[in-house]
């Protein structure tokens, strides 16, 4: 069951206690901690909350450890990874958006709420712009290691930031989706992401994981361990993605391509993905793909 706090757009998960001291909260304690919209269905944040976790627990953060989260967003991995490291742990989290931009919460609402909580004193918020190297050129400090979770494709110069990574920390975890479906089903999420990939004027580059691989190596880094995740059936991301093809967004960007067989390549990718729909309109994820790397030689 749920609560409604006092802020408008937070749930409370009627889960035991939590303090200051508090490590290992459970998914619903952590979710109950952010900011949240009020108008979306309850389960569904914890249900994302409870694939943050399965991804971040492939990175073997140990407790205590300084983590620096490339692409934190409105915090929602941030949260996670805060409670993953302890009270004795710390997050830096830095991103290269607008932080007042975003309904019905903006990344500055967010951060500013989960900065009032129990994980605040672990985190440590940094906007730089236009890209994460402003930041990375003179960092206050070196961590024990690095993520990009659910934000590689999102982060400008990627090939550049994993490089100059590799003189901040000895470890980095990236996980992404994979572009790849092990059950098949997931393949009008694939689909829906190229097609929007193909005309979106925005800043997103999507890269597959050999892409990723090969452009960590470049940098100076070794894989360690690799894995897929197949995320659960419940997850809206890949939902949220086919419905953007219908979006007046989507159709003003393909409006704005020019090129007829570029446009007509995009519609056909449109008309799969929207064909490959489950009855009902069902829209399972594709596999998440989660690397492991180290600094050194193979």
Known sequence: ????????????????????????????????LMLTDPAAQPDLHLRDTKHRLDLISKCGIPLGAKVLEIGCGRGEFTAVLAD?????????????????????ITPHQSRTHLSSTILGPRITWTTTTPS??????????????????????????LYETLAALSSLTSRLCIAEW???SSSGAGLPHILAVLAQAVIAPRNTSVVSPIGIKQMAREGGWMLETEAFVTPHEELRDARREVEALGSERFRTDLEGV???????AVRALVDAARMGLREGGDVPCMDVWCGVFRIGEE
């Not at 302890?86 to 931009?101: K, Q, R």
């Not at 050129?137 to 993520?147: E, F, L």
């Open 1 to 32: 069951m749920f609560n409604h706090t006092a802020s408008p757009f937070c749930y409370k998960y009627e889960d035991p206690p939590v303090t200051a001291l508090s490590v290992g909260l459970s998914p619903a304690q952590i979710s109950a």
């Open 84 to 104: 993953v490291v302890g009270p004795t742990g710390h997050v830096t989290g830095i991103d290269f958006g607008l932080v007042d931009e975003g309904t019905p």
């Open 258 to 264: 020019g090129d007829e067989k570029r446009v007509g």
């Open 132 to 157: 994460p190297l402003t930041f990375l050129a003179t960092p206050p400090t070196k961590y024990d290691i690095a993520v990009l979770a659910h934000s590689a494709w999102h982060t400008p110069n």
């Open 178 to 180: 994979s572009l790849s």
